[in-house]
C-alpha cells in the first residue's frame, strides 16, 4: 500500500536516495542527480519551517515519491508556487502521481498560492496528460537548452491559477 503524506526530518534520506535515482535516469528532470545530502536536508527543513506543500509516497516505509510546491523567487511571485514530482520507475502509471498532485494542489491553495507553475518536458507524454488532467494549461514554450537526439527536451511552461479554481478574485 503506499500512502500519501506530509514529509517529515525522518524522510530526508529515503527522499534523497528516490529524487537521485530519478535524476539519474535523466530523462524527466532538468538536473542528472540529487544535491549533496546535506543540502537536500536543509532544503526540506526549510520546506516544514515554512510549510510549503510537500508531499512524499511512502512504501514499506521508503519514499518512492514526492510533489513538493515552492514559491517562485521574487518578491512580485510571492503568490506564484512551483511544482516538482516523480516517482521510482515501479510505481509510476499506478494514480499514484495522481494522488501526489491532487493533494499538493489542496495544501498549495490552503497555504495561499494563487498560481502554481512547472515545467516539463515534450518528450514526458505521461506528466503532461497528467498535468493537463489537473487543469494545467501550456503557457509557453522553450527550446532545449542542451538538444538531445534522444529526447525531445523541448520544454514546455504550464500553469495552473488556484484562484480560478476556487472561484476567487484577485485582490
Ligand atoms: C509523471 C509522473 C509523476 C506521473 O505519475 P503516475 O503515477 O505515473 O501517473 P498516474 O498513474 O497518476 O497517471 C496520470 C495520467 O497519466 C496518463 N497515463 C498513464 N499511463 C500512461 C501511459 N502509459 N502513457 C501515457 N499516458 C499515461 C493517464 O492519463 C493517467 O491518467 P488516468 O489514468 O487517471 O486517466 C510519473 O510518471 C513519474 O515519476 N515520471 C518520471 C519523473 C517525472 O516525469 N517527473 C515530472 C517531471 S516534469
Known amino acids: 500500500m503506499v500512502e500519501i503524506t506530509p514529509i517529515t526530518p525522518a524522510d530526508i534520506e529515503s527522499f534523497h536516495r528516490t529524487l537521485d535515482s530519478v535524476a539519474r535516469e535523466r530523462r524527466y528532470l532538468s538536473f542528472s542527480e ?12 526549510d520546506m516544514i519551517a515554512h510549510g510549503y506543500p510537500q508531499l512524499v509516497a511512502r512504501a514499506g516505509g521508503e519514499v518512492v515519491g514526492w510533489c513538493d510546491v515552492t514559491p517562485k523567487s521574487g518578491p512580485i511571485d510571492a503568490r506564484i508556487g512551483v511544482l516538482g514530482m516523480g516517482l521510482l520507475p515501479q510505481f509510476r502509471r499506478q494514480g499514484i502521481g495522481s ?33 493537463e488532467k489537473a487543469g494545467f494549461v501550456i503557457k509557453a514554450v522553450q527550446p532545449a537548452e542542451a538538444p538531445d537526439d534522444a529526447i525531445d527536451k523541448t520544454v514546455l511552461i504550464m500553469a495552473l491559477s488556484l484562484e480560478t479554481a476556487a472561484g476567487q478574485r484577485p485582490c
Open 99 to 131: 494522488r501526489l498532485m491532487a493533494r499538493a494542489l489542496a495544501d498549495a491553495r490552503a497555504f495561499g498560492f494563487s498560481r502554481v507553475e512547472l515545467t516539463v518536458y515534450r518528450s514526458n507524454a505521461n506528466a503532461i496528460r497528467l498535468y
Open 34 to 45: 540529487a544535491p549533496p545530502l546535506e543540502s537536500t536536508r536543509a532544503f526540506v527543513l
